[in-house]
């Protein structure tokens, strides 16, 4: 694809539930980070993937937060017994090999918690 | 806490002004990016700045990171509708973290 991709676009669920969201980054590119953002506000670091290092998952709010990649692929961000507090728009990005300052921004997921 | 500060955060100007956004901090970053982005988008970046006191353009654009790589200006002249959006700065640290200022929300009026 063209650029980095991010699905649901919107998701709505009930305080409690799971949620599951997804990025495709850009092909070959080796370096993988989450954010979250609220309404209009700054960017808060997440997770960051590298390769098959292991994440650095020091920006996770809590546990209920948890992270995977697959290989140099697709990425899942997983919250569990989800909080109005979760409400945000959780964007994903990816850079290349040697150029890690240039980040590729996904559209993003709107998450609402009811 | 927020680790960079960005001023204005908010700011409404008429076509063809000029105005200047600030992002600063007490920390040192390895380099500092600006990004632009629009609702319902994710951020784009504009630029990436890694030398105390450089100077870069772009158009219209001119951004200055600081001598001691601490803080960082945005100067745009002569303002346009299509400049209007949020506007974040972004301090590097080694491959893997990035911290982001809280934005300065950017409304040029026709």
Not at chain 1, 92 to 107: I, K, L, R
Not at chain 2, 27 to 44: D, N
Request: hydrophobic share 30%.
């Amino acid at each position: 694809g063209a650029g980095v991709s991010q699905s649901p676009s919107n998701k709505v669920t009930e305080k409690g539930k799971d949620v599951e969201l997804r990025c495709d980054p850009i092909s070959g590119h080796t370096a993988l980070y989450w954010y979250r953002q609220s309404l209009g506000q700054g960017l808060e670091f997440l997770i960051y993937f590298q390769g098959n290092s292991a994440p650095d998952k020091s920006g996770l709010p809590s546990d209920r937060f948890s992270a995977e990649r697959t290989g140099e692929s697709v990425s899942t961000l997983t919250i569990q017994r989800t909080q109005q507090e979760d409400s945000a728009v959780y964007l994903c990005a990816s850079s290349s090999p040697g150029m890690w300052e240039t980040q590729y921004f996904g559209p993003g997921t709107r998450l609402l918690v009811l | 806490t927020q680790l960079l500060e960005q001023s204005p955060q908010f700011l409404s100007i008429q076509e063809g002004e000029n105005l200047t956004v600030y992002c600063n901090s007490s920390s040192v970053f390895s380099s500092l990016q600006w990004y632009r982005q629009e609702p319902g988008e994710g951020p784009v970046l504009l630029v990436t700045v890694v030398t105390g006191g450089e100077v870069k353009k772009l158009k219209r654009l001119t951004f200055q990171f600081g001598d001691a790589r601490k803080d960082s200006s945005l100067h745009i002249t002569a303002a346009q509708p299509g400049d209007t959006g949020l506007y974040l700065c972004a301090g590097g640290y080694n491959f893997n973290k990035f911290y982001f200022g809280s934005g300065t929300k950017l409304n040029v009026k026709p």
